[in-house]
């Protein structure tokens, strides 16, 4: 029903068919799939006492970007918020679990077999495709069912929140009535240049602001870091690629493209043995090798008769659709390229290939050429990734470490547990440079492993505690925002006084620009401030306007509402609206509930 539970929860059958988790085996091997379930791995956060791993967070972020909803260019930039729907779901499972949330055998026996995914083509579950499909991906029934059942919990809960709001007809009646209301009216705007006088900021303004604000000069404690980086996707770049190499990976990655294919039949038995057929096809290819047309040939000799009067076409075919000898004919031949004489059970063939649904080498060559340098330096990246292990583990410092390697000693400027940049701010690194032996000890970091590519080492340099800053030190800061609070503060009294002077009568020769009709999303182009304002204001009584006012940015904008009228009735909207209105209570609910258990939440990252 509501989007935020749908955004939220987690199709079982995208899980498992949309070929994310079918690529996790290629990335990491059916080991680390099964292991995933079974705890291990690199810990990179903990929520109230459970380890989320490092090897969980790189698995959904390559199914986020194998289903196709995040491009591989933004992957790195992903596994910061992958990370944090992680914990999300972690909050919601322990939750779930707390309140004693629970799912029958007999219910997710009943889920898994209403899965499409596990269905012939007659709709009926099929055990042995239920097994391939997992086997094809790594799980055990037993591993399955239990994330099935997590899963099923979490979506249990938010459904069980989103469905305990409501709203009453009478609250939907009356939201309706005020949806389509629309409302005429008058505005002129004041700005700051009207503020005659320049504003002064005193000694005592300043430390009353900074005694009271204090909180927004503190200094989080923070590290000056050295670390050193080892990059697959760096040393690939500096990799010469011929291009006969990109050639022959391009025909590797397209050898199973799907392609349009058209054969000439011959049927053996009854009047023809298998050596004449064969004989008979032998002539036919040495007429094909003379120039004569495939299509041609086939009308005038195949015993298809179905497809010979279109050249033979037998439509586009993937692996599988004729057998493993077809295939192998089928599937060796390029655009053109006619085969040796294939044995099938229907009799003898000559295949060719009359077109391929595959990527051209050009709109691959960039990825193909990124795939055959990484491949290139995955050797020496291995190595230097070995000798990274051994040598910061024993080194007094980093830049020794550095020179052995060819690296270049990279240097942050002072940055905190959170506000680190770049590939500090990626997860891990900083919970690693505040850990003890980091901070405190003044060890090397253990090798963080960022993603596939990347291998890390931080040391701190320098460590500085939490402080609030001094006055002086940041006066300028605090100059600058009582400045503008005088002069926000100034501008609004010019308002409250041009508004009093109206409400009296005066209209003071204002500027006054002309508004009618304006609907609550029919905005005209008027900022949202403005209008939120205007629908603030009570109705007009006779024909006197009703006078408000409205901070807009950095202006303060003078309202004279003058009528308010019903609008027209559109059915389509108000259902729309009162849609809306239970939704944004549903996800207010479910947003509540996990701000709460965040609060309360000891997590660790």
Excluded: C
């Amino acid at each position: 029903m509501l989007q935020s539970i749908r955004d939220r929860s987690r199709s079982w059958g995208a899980k498992i068919i949309v070929g994310a988790v079918v690529v996790t085996m290629a990335l990491f091997g059916v080991e680390s799939l099964v292991g995933l379930f079974g705890g291990g791995g690199d810990e990179i956060a903990k929520v109230n006492g459970e380890p989320i791993t490092r090897q969980q967070l790189e698995l959904e972020v390559q199914r986020a970007i194998r289903s196709g909803q995040v491009p591989p260019e933004q992957e790195r930039a992903l596994r910061a918020q992958m990370l944090d729907q992680l914990i999300t779901d972690r909050l919601l499972t322990q939750y779930a679990e707390e309140g004693g949330l629970h799912l029958s055998e007999e219910q997710l026996d009943q889920i898994i077999v209403s899965l499409p995914e596990f269905q012939d083509q007659e709709g009926r579950f099929d055990s042995e495709l239920f097994r391939n499909r997992l086997a094809s991906a790594g799980y055990t029934p037993v591993a399955f069912r239990e994330e099935l059942r997590v899963d099923m919990k979490r979506q249990q809960l938010q459904q069980g929140l989103a469905f305990s709001d409501f709203t009453l007809p009478s609250e939907q009646e009356t939201l309706a009535t005020l949806q389509r209301q629309t409302r005429s009216f008058r505005y002129a705007a004041l700005s700051a240049e009207q503020v005659e006088d320049d504003v002064e900021v005193t000694q005592a303004a300043l430390e009353e602001y900074y005694a009271a604000n204090a909180d927004n000069y503190r200094r989080p404690e923070q590290v000056r870091l050295e670390y050193v980086l080892i990059d697959r996707q760096e040393m690939a770049e500096a990799v010469d690629v011929e291009e006969s190499e990109l050639r022959d990976a391009w025909q590797e990655r397209t050898a199973d493209a799907d392609r349009r294919i058209a054969h000439i039949m011959l049927t053996v038995g009854g009047e023809r043995s298998r050596d004449e057929a064969r004989a008979e096809l032998q002539a036919v290819r040495e007429r094909l090798a003379e120039g004569e047309a495939f299509a041609d040939l086939a009308l005038e000799v195949s015993d298809d008769t179905v497809t010979a009067e279109q050249g033979g076409d037998l439509g586009v075919i993937s692996r599988g659709f004729f057998g493993d000898s077809f295939d192998e004919a089928a599937f060796s031949l390029d655009e053109g390229e006619v085969s040796d004489i294939v044995e099938t059970d229907n009799g003898l063939h000559l295949l060719t290939v009359t077109g391929l649904e595959r990527q051209s080498f050009e709109e691959l060559r960039d990825e193909l050429r990124r795939e055959v340098a990484l491949s290139r330096v995955s050797g020496e990246f291995n190595e230097r990734v070995q000798r990274l292990i051994d040598e910061s583990f024993a080194a007094d410092d980093l830049q020794s470490v550095a020179d052995d390697l060819g690296l270049a000693l990279q240097e942050s400027d002072w940055v905190s547990r959170d506000g680190a940049e770049g590939v500090l701010s990626e997860p891990g690194v900083m919970s690693e440079a505040f850990s003890p032996d980091v901070l405190e000890e003044r060890f090397n970091s253990e090798v963080i492993e960022l993603d596939n590519d990347r291998r890390l080492v931080v040391r701190v340099a320098e460590h500085r505690e939490a402080t609030t800053l001094p006055l002086e030190e940041v006066r300028d800061q605090v100059e600058a925002s009582v400045a503008a609070n005088l002069r926000r503060d100034a501008l609004m009294a010019l308002g409250e006084e041009r508004l009093a002077a109206l409400r009296d009568g005066d209209e003071q020769g204002l500027d006054w620009q002309r508004v009618d009709g304006v609907g609550r999303q029919e905005t005209q182009g008027l900022s949202r401030a403005l209008v939120d304002a205007v629908f603030r204001l009570p109705a007009p009584e006779g024909d006197a306007p009703v006078y408000g006012r409205a901070a807009d940015g950095d202006r303060v904008v003078l309202i004279a509402l003058e009528r308010v009228e019903e609008g027209e009735l559109d059915a389509q909207v108000e259902q729309f609206v009162a849609s809306m209105a239970e939704r944004l209570r549903a996800q207010a609910a479910i947003q509540g509930l996990l701000d709460d258990l965040r609060d309360r939440a000891e997590i660790r990252r």
